[in-house]
């Protein structure tokens, strides 16, 4: 399995028209093959900065998502929003206690 972390920085004044563009897309995301899961958190200190963390089922699972229709479109409002470079990367489990 595969573990998706992307951390986004908004504007200030943007972060709900952010979560109205979640809101809208976080079902069709979840409903992708392969994606076993979806999350969104929020800074506790910072609440312009929100983090996805979602699980796949193999990194292909997630390349097919990155490479569709729903995901370009879904990003380019997201990066619209943006007050800096958003920073992702994947990671396996290695250890749960």
């Known amino acids: 399995m595969l573990i998706r972390i992307v951390r986004m920085t908004f504007q200030p004044d943007k972060t709900e028209e952010f979560r109205?563009?979640?809101?809208?897309?976080?079902?069709?995301?979840?409903?992708?093959?392969?994606?076993?899961?979806?999350?969104?958190?929020?800074?506790?200190?910072?609440?312009?900065?929100?983090v996805t963390h979602s699980h796949w089922t193999s990194e292909e699972a997630l390349?097919?998502?990155?490479?569709?229709?729903?995901?370009?479109?879904?990003?380019?409002k997201t990066k619209a929003l943006f007050a800096d470079r958003a920073q992702a990367f994947s990671v396996e489990s290695v250890d749960t206690v």
């Not at 079902?27 to 929100?50: K, M, S, V, Y």
């Not at 390349?63 to 380019?76: C, G, I, K, V």
Request: glycine share 2%; hydrophobic share 35%; proline share 2%.
């Open 63 to 76: 390349n097919a998502y990155r490479d569709s229709e729903l995901f370009r479109t879904t990003w380019q």
């Open 20 to 50: 109205q563009i979640f809101e809208e897309s976080k079902q069709l995301i979840r409903a992708r093959e392969g994606c076993l899961h979806l999350e969104l958190w929020q800074d506790t200190q910072q609440p312009n900065i929100f």
